[in-house]
């Protein structure tokens, strides 16, 4: 494992200008959302009353809140922003990997990353590829939502009905994992001009050191988001914000580091 973290560890030191992208990008995709959430959830929380109120300030509050949220437009406009900001990731997202993974496939040459290259290559069969992992990941959806509607009417209490609810979600997270592994090998295959078939095989081969990688990788984020949670606790205010946001350009480090690690392992088949 430490062979592949390593090699991981090289091609992402070679591509630092695109992890500096994938921060930016990150942080960008991250100050839009809280844009658009603060500016429907400030205006109403302003309405709140005093810290001593009478009886019935509260409950006046929250009939206002729910009324401006569900008997208004409000909710209407901020969930087409919402799918207009989900439909420009689902497109930028996919030509980002395109360019990312041809210049993976590229890197052990002398010249510089192909990034933009592979963008304009590759970026159709992984945007198709793409799409079709998170319709697939969410296809479960169609079932589970319901289930989850009739056993929250059924059950007496929302922690009965969470625990009844947690091994749908943990098989839901497998299926995506796996999802995830399946296809973003097929993307390599793609972008290598070996083919999908061969890319989806070889991942089959390659399965264990795959997992075993990317659980590791999934448990140093972890890791350090425990770490930097901890410390927000401590560092509260403007420290704690800025820490936040910093911690994107590490998301943005774990991210590179682990799908370069994961083409390693993909690509040793090839040597």
């Known amino acids: ?51 001593h109120p009478n009886a019935d300030a509260i409950p006046l509050f929250l009939i206002e809140a729910e009324f401006r949220l569900f008997r208004t437009n409000l909710v209407d406009d901020l969930l087409w922003m919402f799918v207009g900001l989900l439909l420009v990731r689902m497109v930028l997202t996919p030509l980002l990997n395109a360019g990312v993974y041809y210049s993976f496939h590229h890197s052990s040459g002398e010249g510089g990353t192909q990034v933009l290259s592979g963008i304009r290559k590759a970026w159709k069969p992984v945007t198709l590829l793409y799409w079709l992992e998170n319709a697939l990941a969410l296809l479960p959806a169609v079932w589970l939502l319901p289930l989850a509607k009739s056993r929250f009417l059924s059950v007496g209490s929302a922690a009965h009905w969470l625990q009844n609810l947690l091994p749908f979600a943990a098989g839901w997270l497998v299926w995506g994992f796996v999802l995830h592994l399946l296809f973003q ?43 930097v949670s901890t410390v927000s606790l ?32 993909w690509n040793e088949m090839r040597s």
């Open 234 to 265: 401590v560092w509260s205010g403007f420290a704690a914000v800025a820490l936040h946001q910093a911690f994107h350009f590490v998301r943005s480090m774990l991210s590179l580091w682990t799908a370069a690690s994961q083409y390693a392992i």
């Open 185 to 227: 090998s097929m993307q390599f295959g793609a972008v290598s001009r070996e083919g999908i078939g061969k890319g989806a095989l070889r991942a089959l081969a390659r399965a264990m050191p795959l997992v075993a990688v990317s659980l590791a990788m999934v448990g140093i984020g972890l890791a350090a988001s425990a770490a």
């Open 1 to 51: 494992m430490r062979k592949w973290l390593g090699k991981g560890w090289d091609m992402t030191v070679r591509h630092k200008y695109v992890w500096v992208l994938l921060f930016l990008y990150r942080l960008m995709w991250g100050f839009f959302l809280f844009r658009l959430v603060d500016s429907v959830v400030t205006p109403i929380l302003r309405r709140y009353p005093d810290l």
